[in-house]
């Protein structure tokens, strides 16, 4: 992985492949979420967490619809 952020702390590098070198950090975090709080709360109102399988096909629409629009990309520092 020191390879990948050395290559990526290079800005042609960085603005080439669209990303910023915190990207790394973000794929290789290893979080655990818990959302027993929440299923909790909600538990009598009638709203539910929806599974990631319910959302995804919204995410991948948004961004085969956006993937151009420059106002949603980051802009490489």
Same mark, same amino acid.
């Given at each position: 992985?020191?390879?990948?952020?050395?290559?990526? !702390?290079?800005?042609?590098?960085?603005?080439?492949?669209?990303? $910023?070198?915190?990207?790394?950090?973000?794929?290789?975090?290893?979080?655990?979420?818990?959302?027993?709080?929440?299923?909790?709360?909600?538990?009598?109102?009638?709203?539910?967490?929806? !599974?990631?399988? $319910?959302?995804?096909?919204?995410?991948?629409?948004?961004?085969?619809?956006?993937?151009? $629009?420059?106002?949603?990309?980051?802009?490489?520092?």
């Amino acid at each position: 992985m020191s390879l990948s952020k050395a290559l990526l !702390s290079l800005k042609p590098i960085r603005s080439y492949l669209g990303v $910023e070198k915190e990207a790394l950090d973000y794929f290789t975090w290893r979080g655990v979420f818990d959302s027993s709080q929440a299923h909790e709360d909600l538990a009598d109102s009638g709203i539910h967490c929806p !599974s990631f399988r $319910e959302t995804a096909p919204a995410m991948i629409d948004f961004y085969l619809r956006n993937k151009n $629009e420059k106002a949603y990309h980051i802009q490489i520092r």
